[in-house]
C-alpha cells in the first residue's frame, strides 16, 4: 500500500480492501493523515462501496482497515469491529432519516446510552451547532434539502465519533447552498475534529473541501494525494482528464535535459519544465495544460514573439459559461476542428476584443506545461507519433 511520509498509525487513516461483486471487483489502498479527505471519481467506480466497508456495512473479502491506530477490520487477523462499536459517523445519500421522528428525536437516536439531561444538552449543542434552532419539534418532510442535510451531520456528529463518512452529502441541493454547505461542513469538521471522508464526483466539491484526495475509477486507486498533486501533477491521462484539464495533448520528447524537456506536437515544439530527470528523447508523452492558463496576446502586448511556446491559431468556436468564456481554437495549418481549448473571465474576452477578433495568438508559460509518460498510462501510440516519433 502506498503511504505518505508525514502520516504517523496515532492520527491517520489506513485503507485496504478487497471485495469481488459479481465482475466488479473492488481492490482499494490508501492512507491519510487526519482532516478532510475526498473520495472522487466518476458514479460506479468503487467510492461508496469502499465507505460502506469502512463504516462496517460492507465486509470486505480480505483486506485492513485502521483508524488513528484503531484496527476496525483485518482479515488476516479476523478481526472484524460491528458497526455500532465503530465510532464512525455515517451520512449516507439521501441522508437516510427517520421520517417519523423530530429533528430532536432524529440527532438523539445514537445517544441512547448517554444519561438523559447528557443526551439533551448533546442535541442541544448540535441543533445550535448546524443553526436549526427553533426547528426541533419538525420532522424531516417539512424541512428543505439544506436542512435536511444539517439534520443528518449533527446526528452523525452527536457521539463524537473518530471519523465522518459522507456519501455524496450534496446531492439533493441546488448550486447555490452548495458552496454555503460546504463552507459550514469544513467549520463544523474542524470543531469537531473528527476526520472526515466524503465522497463525491464533482470537482468543485472536492476541491472545496478536501485536504487530501483519493482519485478512484474501476474498483482501483488512480491516484492519491494533496489537492495541488492531483490538480497540477497528474499521474495519468484518466486523471488528467477527472480533475478538469481540457487540453491532454499527444506528443513526444524531442529533447530533454535536467529539469526541462522539449515536446514535439502537431509540427510544433512546447517547452516544458519538470522535475523529472528521467525523461529522454523519444519518449511518448502527454502534454497536459489547463484551459485557464494559456495567455491570448494583446495587440499592444510587446515582445511577445520572444516568449517561449508562442502558437498562432483561430477562434471557430466559443461559449459564454456566465462569468467566464470558453475558445475552441484551432492551430494554423491544422486540420482538426479544434485543437485547443481556452477559458478566460469575460471581462478579458472584452478587453482583448475576441467578440471581434477570432485570430488570435497564444502562449504557456512552461512551468505550467505538465508531462505524463504515455508508457506509464498505458496508452498506445497514435497515428501522429506512429509516423512521427524518432
Known amino acids: 500500500m502506498t503511504r505518505d511520509d508525514t502520516i504517523t498509525p496515532a492520527r491517520g487513516l489506513e485503507v485496504s480492501v478487497q471485495r469481488k461483486m459479481g465482475r466488479f471487483l473492488l481492490d482499494v489502498s490508501f492512507a491519510a493523515a487526519s482532516g478532510r479527505i475526498v473520495l472522487f471519481g466518476p458514479s460506479g467506480g468503487g467510492k461508496t462501496l469502499t465507505l460502506r466497508a469502512m463504516a462496517g456495512i460492507l465486509r470486505p473479502d480480505t483486506g485492513m482497515i485502521r483508524i488513528n491506530g484503531e484496527t476496525l477490520y483485518d482479515s488476516a487477523a479476523s478481526v472484524n469491529v460491528p458497526p455500532h462499536k465503530r465510532r464512525v459517523g455515517y451520512v ?30 448533546r442535541v442541544r449543542e448540535m441543533i445550535d451547532a448546524v443553526g436549526l434552532a427553533g426547528l426541533e419539534s419538525r420532522r ?7 436542512q435536511q442535510q444539517r439534520v443528518a451531520l449533527a446526528r452523525a456528529l452527536a457521539p463524537e465519533p473518530n471519523i465522518v ?5 450534496f446531492s439533493a441541493v441546488d448550486a447555490p447552498l452548495r458552496a454555503e454547505l460546504r463552507a459550514e461542513l469544513a467549520a463544523l469538521q474542524q470543531r469537531s475534529q473528527a476526520s472526515l471522508v466524503m465522497v463525491t464526483h464533482d470537482l468543485a466539491d472536492a476541491f472545496a473541501l478536501a485536504d487530501f484526495i483519493v482519485a478512484i475509477d474501476h474498483g482501483r486507486v488512480l491516484q492519491q494525494g494533496t489537492r495541488d498533486d492531483l490538480y497540477y501533477h497528474p499521474r495519468t491521462k484518466k486523471v488528467a482528464e477527472l480533475v478538469g484539464i481540457r487540453n491532454v495533448l499527444e506528443g513526444y520528447v524531442a529533447s530533454a535535459q535536467e529539469g526541462s524537456a522539449c515536446v514535439a506536437w502537431q509540427g510544433r515544439h512546447l517547452q516544458a519544465y519538470t522535475d523529472a530527470a528521467d525523461f529522454r528523447a523519444g519518449d511518448l508523452v502527454y502534454a497536459c495544460i489547463r484551459a485557464t492558463q494559456l495567455m491570448i496576446r494583446r495587440p499592444e502586448d510587446g515582445g511577445f514573439s520572444e516568449r517561449v511556446n508562442v502558437i498562432s491559431g483561430t477562434i471557430v468556436d466559443e461559449a459564454a459559461l456566465g462569468e467566464t468564456h470558453r475558445l475552441f481554437v484551432r492551430l494554423s495549418g491544422s486540420s482538426e476542428w479544434s485543437d485547443l481549448e481556452i477559458e478566460l473571465p469575460g471581462y478579458a474576452y472584452f478587453r482583448l476584443a475576441l467578440d471581434q477578433h477570432k485570430e488570435i495568438e497564444l502562449s504557456v508559460r512552461p512551468e505550467l506545461v505538465h508531462l505524463i509518460r504515455r508508457e506509464e498510462d498505458g496508452g498506445e501510440p497514435s497515428a501522429f507519433e506512429a509516423t512521427h516519433a524518432p
Open 92 to 121: 449516507p445519500q439521501g441522508y437516510a432519516l427517520f421520517p417519523h421522528l423530530t429533528i430532536e428525536q432524529n440527532i438523539a437516536y445514537g445517544l441512547a446510552e448517554l444519561p438523559r439531561d447528557r443526551r439533551s444538552a
Open 140 to 146: 424531516p418532510g417539512q424541512l428543505s434539502g439544506g
Open 165 to 169: 463518512l459522507l456519501d455524496e452529502p
